[in-house]
């Protein structure tokens, strides 16, 4: 914490008085998130939050991720955001003319990877899942062929946008503009594989079935509004199909003016009508 300055007289080797400095008393700099109730002391006898196991310090509290892991997904998330920098950076010097940031869907992007199998599940993302894709093996590189709309690019060979993703060996199929399409898309993959798993001669015709594969699909908060997102939630309840639904919530959709009185008349109504599918 600063204190006040207080005054320091200097004077050079003959005696002439120099003019008067101002000198601030020094102070520490505490990282982003620092709270001062949960400071440790640097004692012998100071109680630590983790436990030393062969001589190395882990956390008691890390849900059974191991150290490996965890930086695995930390390594994900940054990377993913990195590549946004540098295509914002990209754009600005007109090198790409297209940008769609992921920036904030790290982490729940980053964990949805980690859950679900690449090349064995079935992929609906939007162009915000930066991050999933980097979690199920896309490169760096790859994402940035996209971004310049070179032909190697997996995604599209250069046909698509940037950020809409798709990928033939990660049974990533290849997704509209169209936002809250993917939500049909995705039931339509899950209806392909149970109709399979109930008809023998339908087996090796369905390209992928392996007979517990699930699917994935993301939105935005704002897709929620499309009536394929609704469609898409009957017919995956009627049938039951595997298919897991992300809603990735920015609170941006709204215009700013409206937020404080309808963000959460918006979520209630949304939290209630989802109850209501969990009846079938």
């Not at 920015?250 to 937020?259: E, F, Q, S, V, W």
Request: proline content about 4%; charged content about 25%.
């Amino acid at each position: 914490m600063a204190t006040s300055p207080e005054r320091v007289d200097k004077r050079v080797p003959g005696g002439r008085r120099d003019k008067e400095i101002l000198a601030e008393a020094a102070k520490t700099t505490e990282a982003d998130g620092f709270n001062p109730d949960n400071k440790m002391q640097e004692t012998a006898k100071a109680e630590t939050t983790t436990a030393t196991v062969s001589g190395v310090l882990k956390s008691t509290d890390r849900h059974g991720l191991d150290e490996k892991t965890l930086v695995g997904l930390y390594r994900t998330m940054y990377m993913s955001r990195r590549i946004d920098d540098k295509e914002i950076q990209l754009k600005g010097q007109n090198k790409i003319f297209f940008q769609i940031s992921g920036a904030g869907h790290e982490a729940i992007l980053a964990a949805a990877a980690l859950a679900l199998k690449p090349a064995y599940d079935w992929f609906f993302p939007y162009y915000r899942d930066r991050a999933l894709m980097l979690g199920l093996g896309m490169t760096a590189q790859e994402m940035l062929w996209s971004a310049v709309g070179a032909e190697v690019d997996p995604n599209s060979h250069g046909r698509q946008m940037p950020s809409h993703w798709g990928s033939v060996k990660l049974n990533v199929p290849s997704q509209s503009s169209c936002t809250g399409s993917q939500s049909l898309h995705s039931v339509g993959a899950a209806v392909a594989g149970v109709r399979a798993s109930m008809v023998k001669d339908l087996q090796d015709k369905v390209t992928g079935f392996k007979g517990d594969e699930v699917v994935y699909m993301s939105v935005g908060d704002g897709s929620t509004s499309e009536g394929e997102w609704w469609e898409a939630l009957n017919s995956a309840c009627n049938l039951k199909l595997p298919v897991i639904f992300l809603v990735e919530d920015k609170k941006i959709k709204l215009p700013l003016t409206l937020i404080k009185k309808m963000l959460w008349t918006k979520k209630l109504c949304f939290l209630f009508l989802l109850r209501t599918f969990s009846s079938y």
